[in-house]
């Protein structure tokens, strides 16, 4: 029913493999650390009952993320070529219609689309590194800072600035392909990134707040629990690991046959899950000594921290490491969200790996400018207005809507039941080398447990 591995690991010395499991783990891990555990997860923990609500992500984690992460990697290492091809092999060595990688297709689609306005928002995290560093925030007020962030906002010329500079980061080390420029940069990057985060960390445990916030994140209080806040857990265990977003594939068809799938998997979301974690422990307690709301939205990051951090000794110090981790985080994420189209656009086109990621590159960052525009000028423009569910949101937020509540849980579900209903049960087993009952229970639930909660999940996402 499938093709033997040799067949399937055709081309490999022309596509090139990471140089070591490490290598590959430290990219996945980049790719799943990013603003969601930095920026997202410890607003959403504050609005959903703190410790409570980490139980539920940590088991949406376990029951969904990771399932669905082995079977994005097994597409992509089977299939050997971008994640569209990579998933049409698949299907025909199963005997299963090609039609099956519209799932490839809706995740690359998500992805470009989402690196258009998340470079937008790196660039917030760029610009507010120098904003640290020259003390801007010292002594600074509630209207002072929240002056400065819409200040930004509030200007075209600053946000076009910033975000071609994010963007072009994130070209310049895709461009480089695998070795010199994607394992490259995630082995410098992360170490980095690891290292800042424990910084601030250890800074948060001289507030004075450290034992409230470790507290309120692991204690759990589950009348403040309610079924969005399970719902916001289960798409947020989507976001975090980059799921549905054809990211894992193009990642997988670099991966080795002498690498576990499975266990591979359960250490990118260990380290992904120690990061989230890590980061409420360098957030809350700066927030609660400032008598601050941990539960503010996205301002957090970028109206609260900085009222903070400018309001305590060395902030101007931390502050800056803070906002450098958060574009460490911004940065390898972007990176791969572009990977998967620019390996797609290099292997359909004649165009080089270099060729590739510019046009990808430039194509994405004139997308971005719609988002900066909807933040200033076209703040009065809602596209979708005429409809209730979607009054009031600007063309920023309905690319976010649709891509994080629609477009990811779509190739999700699609992927798992693809995996679990159309794959041979055989090959699971030889590729993703799960012994006896660690594979039974990953196929029990990718088949039953996966599709049915994000089913749950679409379906919510679709009438809320």
């Given at each position: 029913?499938?093709?033997?591995?040799?067949?399937?690991?055709?081309?490999?010395?022309?596509?090139?493999?990471?140089?070591?499991k490490?290598?590959?783990?430290?990219?996945?891990?980049?790719?799943?650390?990013?603003?969601?555990?930095i920026?997202?997860?410890?607003?959403?923990?504050?609005?959903?009952?703190?410790?409570?609500?980490?139980?539920?992500?940590?088991?949406?984690?376990?029951?969904i993320?990771?399932?669905?992460?082995?079977?994005?990697?097994?597409?992509?290492?089977?299939?050997?070529?971008n994640?569209?091809?990579?998933?049409?092999?698949?299907?025909?060595?199963?005997?299963?219609?090609?039609?099956?990688?519209?799932?490839?297709i809706?995740?690359?689609?998500?992805?470009?689309?989402?690196?258009?306005?998340?470079?937008?928002?790196?660039?917030?995290?760029?610009?507010?590194?120098?904003?640290?560093?020259?003390?801007?925030?010292?002594?600074?007020?509630?209207?002072?800072v929240?002056?400065?962030?819409?200040?930004?906002?509030?200007?075209p010329?600053?946000?076009?600035?910033?975000?071609?500079?994010?963007?072009?980061?994130?070209?310049?080390?895709?461009?480089r392909?695998?070795k010199?420029?994607?394992?490259?940069?995630?082995?410098?990057?992360?170490?980095?990134?690891?290292?800042?985060?424990?910084?601030v960390?250890?800074?948060?445990?001289?507030?004075?707040h450290?034992g409230?916030?470790?507290?309120?994140l692991?204690?759990?209080?589950?009348?403040?629990?309610?079924?969005?806040?399970v719902?916001v857990?289960?798409?947020?265990a989507?976001?975090?690991?980059?799921?549905?977003?054809?990211?894992?594939m193009?990642?997988?068809?670099?991966?080795?046959?002498?690498?576990s799938?499975?266990?591979?998997a359960?250490?990118v979301?260990?380290?992904?899950?120690?990061?989230?974690?890590?980061?409420?422990l360098?957030?809350?307690?700066?927030?609660?000594?400032?008598?601050?709301?941990?539960?503010?939205?996205?301002?957090?990051?970028?109206?609260?921290?900085?009222?903070?951090f400018?309001?305590m000794?060395?902030?101007?110090?931390?502050?800056?490491?803070?906002?450098?981790l958060?574009?460490?985080?911004?940065?390898?994420?972007?990176?791969?969200?572009?990977?998967?189209?620019?390996?797609?656009?290099?292997?359909?086109t004649?165009?080089?790996?270099?060729?590739s990621a510019?046009?990808v590159?430039?194509?994405?960052?004139?997308?971005?400018?719609?988002?900066?525009?909807?933040?200033?000028?076209?703040?009065?423009?809602?596209?979708l207005?005429?409809?209730?569910?979607?009054?009031?949101?600007t063309?920023?937020?309905?690319?976010?809507?649709?891509t994080?509540?629609?477009?990811?849980?779509?190739?999700?579900?699609?992927?798992?039941?693809f995996?679990?209903?159309?794959?041979?049960?055989?090959?699971?087993?030889?590729?993703?080398?799960?012994?006896?009952?660690?594979?039974?229970l990953?196929?029990?639930?990718?088949r039953f447990?996966?599709?049915?909660?994000?089913?749950i999940?679409?379906?919510?996402?679709?009438?809320?």
């Amino acid at each position: 029913m499938t093709q033997s591995n040799s067949a399937a690991d055709s081309g490999n010395g022309a596509r090139g493999l990471w140089s070591s499991k490490f290598a590959f783990i430290l990219a996945a891990t980049g790719s799943a650390v990013g603003l969601g555990n930095i920026w997202k997860f410890p607003y959403v923990t504050g609005e959903n009952g703190g410790g409570a609500f980490v139980l539920v992500y940590l088991l949406c984690i376990a029951i969904i993320g990771i399932p669905i992460m082995m079977a994005e990697v097994f597409i992509g290492r089977n299939g050997r070529h971008n994640p569209i091809t990579s998933f049409r092999l698949v299907a025909e060595r199963n005997l299963a219609s090609p039609a099956w990688r519209v799932s490839a297709i809706v995740g690359m689609l998500a992805a470009f689309i989402i690196l258009s306005f998340y470079s937008v928002i790196g660039g917030w995290a760029a610009s507010y590194i120098g904003h640290a560093a020259m003390g801007d925030f010292t002594g600074g007020t509630a209207e002072s800072v929240g002056e400065l962030f819409g200040g930004l906002l509030g200007s075209p010329i600053q946000l076009l600035a910033w975000h071609t500079v994010f963007m072009a980061l994130v070209v310049l080390v895709v461009s480089r392909g695998l070795k010199g420029g994607l394992e490259r940069a995630v082995t410098i990057l992360m170490p980095a990134l690891f290292l800042l985060l424990l910084l601030v960390v250890g800074y948060a445990t001289t507030t004075g707040h450290f034992g409230e916030a470790v507290s309120f994140l692991f204690t759990p209080n589950f009348e403040a629990l309610t079924v969005k806040g399970v719902l916001v857990a289960l798409g947020h265990a989507f976001f975090t690991l980059s799921l549905g977003m054809a990211i894992m594939m193009a990642y997988g068809s670099y991966l080795g046959r002498d690498v576990s799938i499975g266990r591979t998997a359960v250490s990118v979301a260990i380290m992904d899950t120690v990061v989230a974690l890590l980061a409420g422990l360098a957030i809350f307690p700066v927030v609660f000594a400032n008598g601050l709301e941990a539960g503010a939205g996205p301002g957090l990051i970028f109206q609260t921290l900085p009222l903070a951090f400018g309001n305590m000794p060395m902030g101007s110090l931390f502050g800056t490491l803070f906002f450098v981790l958060l574009l460490f985080a911004a940065w390898t994420s972007g990176i791969s969200l572009l990977e998967p189209v620019v390996e797609w656009v290099e292997e359909k086109t004649s165009l080089a790996r270099t060729g590739s990621a510019i046009l990808v590159g430039v194509l994405c960052w004139a997308l971005g400018i719609v988002s900066i525009l909807s933040l200033n000028v076209w703040s009065d423009v809602t596209p979708l207005g005429m409809f209730a569910a979607f009054e009031g949101k600007t063309v920023f937020d309905l690319l976010d809507y649709f891509t994080a509540n629609i477009m990811l849980p779509l190739s999700g579900l699609l992927t798992a039941i693809f995996v679990g209903w159309f794959v041979a049960k055989e090959s699971l087993k030889s590729d993703l080398a799960l012994q006896g009952g660690a594979f039974s229970l990953w196929y029990n639930l990718i088949r039953f447990v996966t599709p049915i909660a994000v089913a749950i999940v679409f379906v919510y996402n679709l009438t809320a």
